[in-house]
């Protein structure tokens, strides 16, 4: 349903440009979200965008690292990805709701998923 990319291995202190898309249908009429789930750990909201795109939200912990942004004619949803940290390391995945505010999806996203994208923040 998704198709994630981007991940790959960096630095800390690195960057990467992590993108989204549904090759079925148009994002233009979603809110959607990035998730991340660290080894061992549960999935968990990083940043959510509204249908506009004027509304995003971000968790407390990448907060001033992350940006994330949507181009809906190429219909793509970005998370760019700076000063990396170890504990950014996991599979990204990425989400989407046609009826859900951001502050909704981020904390309760369906239970649909892709295959993500690994990020690797090595020290």
């Known amino acids: 349903l998704f198709v994630e990319s981007g991940g790959g291995l960096v630095q800390v202190g690195g960057s990467l440009n992590l993108s989204c898309t549904a090759p079925?249908?148009?994002?233009?009429?979603?809110?959607v979200g990035w998730f991340h789930q660290a080894p061992g750990k549960e999935r968990e909201g990083v940043s959510c965008?509204?249908?506009?795109?004027?509304?995003?939200i971000y968790s407390d912990s990448v907060k001033g690292r992350f940006t994330i942004s949507r181009d809906d004619v190429k219909n793509i949803v970005y998370l760019q990805l700076n000063s990396l940290k170890p504990e950014d390391t996991g599979n990204y995945y990425c989400?989407?709701?046609?009826?859900?505010?951001?502050?909704?999806?981020?904390?309760?996203?369906?239970?649909?998923w892709g295959q993500g994208t690994q990020v690797t923040v090595s020290s």
């Open positions: 965008i509204s249908r506009s795109g004027g509304d995003t």
């Open positions: 989400a989407a709701d046609p009826f859900r505010s951001i502050q909704a999806l981020c904390t309760s996203p369906r239970d649909i």
């Open positions: 079925r249908f148009s994002l233009k009429y979603y809110t």
